[in-house]
Every structure is written in structure tokens, then in C-alpha cells.
């Protein structure tokens, strides 16, 4: 997507933890080097729910 930066406001402790804890799951998805179904092999492997958009 061509995206090279990403900024992330936290308004509390509790937001930037969750933020730290995010980057750190980021960083073991998407290892240097790895393919595409590698990393949906990791995120699969994570179990995360998936929801729908609210439009915004």
C-alpha cells in the first residue's frame, strides 16, 4: 500500500500499552523477508476475531 509511517495517538497509559502490545504482535506477523502466506499463516495462527466495519 505504500505506506511508510503510521502514527498512533494514545490518550492514556492504557491506550499506549495497547499499542505496544499491537506493534509487538506486528512485528512477529510480518517477519523481514517472510511471504504473503507466511504472514496470513501467522495471523490465522493468532485466532483473532474478525467484525465488520461500521463505515467510518
Given at each position: ?25 506486528l512485528?512477529e506477523?510480518?517477519?523481514p ?24
Amino acid at each position: 500500500a505504500g505506506v511508510d509511517r503510521l502514527r498512533f495517538y494514545a490518550f492514556d497509559d492504557g491506550g499506549l500499552a495497547a499499542y505496544r502490545t499491537g506493534a509487538a504482535h506486528l512485528d512477529e506477523v510480518v517477519a523481514p523477508g517472510g511471504s504473503l502466506s507466511d504472514v496470513l499463516e501467522r495471523v490465522a495462527a493468532r485466532n483473532y476475531q474478525w467484525g465488520r466495519s461500521d463505515g467510518n
